[in-house]
C-alpha cells in the first residue's frame, strides 16, 4: 500500500478547542491506520495547526513511522527533533520561563513561496494542498478573519477559505472537523 500525506489547514482560532482536539485525533488516527498516512505536512500561525501538531506528535509514540514535514516561510525558524531539547534549555533561560518548541522530522521552503511576498501564507497552503492526499481542515463559512490586527489590506476573505476553496478546485479529500460529522 502506497503511503501517503496529509496537509493541515484551519483558522487562527478555535474557540470550542477541547472538542475540535477530540474530533481532529479521530480523524488523523484513522487516517494513520486504515489510510496510510505516515507524512503530516504544517504550517503555523493558526491555533488548528497547533492542535494538529499536538496530536501527531502525541501519536508518535504509538505510530513512530510518522512524519512531521514543515512547509515554512523564509523568516520561520524549523526546530529540529535532536536540537529541541537544548534550545528550550536556552530559550528558557533567557526568558526566565519555560519555553516549549515544536519540532518537526523535515522541512520543506520553496522558491514559490518565497517570491510570494505578503501572499506567501496563502501559496505555502496551497502547495502543501498540492503536496497532499488528504487535507484536513478546520474551516468555518461564517469565519471572518479580524482585518484590524493585520499589517496589510485584507479583502476580508480568510486564508482558509482560499485554501478550502483551492483544495476543493483540486479535487483533494478534505475533511472538515469543524463539522459536527468531521
Known amino acids: 500500500m502506497q503511503v501517503k500525506t496529509c496537509c493541515f489547514i484551519g483558522h487562527r482560532e478555535v474557540p470550542d478547542r477541547s472538542e475540535v482536539y477530540s474530533r481532529t485525533k479521530k480523524v488523523i488516527e484513522n487516517l494513520i491506520v486504515n489510510e496510510n498516512v505516515k507524512v503530516f505536512h504544517f504550517g503555523s500561525r493558526s491555533a488548528f495547526d497547533d492542535i494538529c501538531h499536538e496530536i501527531v506528535t502525541d501519536l508518535q509514540e504509538k505510530y513512530p513511522e510518522i512524519k512531521r514535514i514543515n512547509y515554512n516561510r523564509r523568516c520561520e525558524y524549523v526546530v529540529k527533533k535532536e536540537e529541541k531539547e537544548r ?11 519555560q519555553v516549549t518548541l515544536k ?3 523535515g522541512e520543506k521552503m ?12 496563502v501559496e505555502r497552503n496551497k502547495e502543501m494542498i498540492d503536496d497532499s492526499d488528504y487535507c ?4 468555518k463559512e ?8 493585520s499589517r496589510y489590506p485584507s479583502s ?6 482560499i485554501a478550502f476553496d483551492y483544495a476543493t478546485s483540486k479535487s483533494k479529500q ?3 472537523v469543524a463539522d459536527e460529522g468531521g
Not at 534550545?87 to 520561563?97: F, G
Not at 520553496?110 to 501564507?121: F, L, P, Q
Request: glycine letters at 6%.
Open 156 to 161: 476580508g476573505k480568510s486564508g482558509t477559505k
Open 110 to 121: 520553496s522558491e514559490r513561496v518565497a517570491r510570494a511576498g505578503k501572499a506567501s501564507y
Open 174 to 176: 478534505i475533511i472538515n
Open 136 to 139: 484536513v481542515f478546520y474551516y
Open 87 to 97: 534550545l528550550e534549555e536556552q530559550w528558557s533561560k533567557v526568558l526566565h520561563e
Open 142 to 149: 461564517d469565519y471572518k478573519p479580524d482585518v484590524s490586527k
Open 103 to 105: 519540532d518537526y522530522e
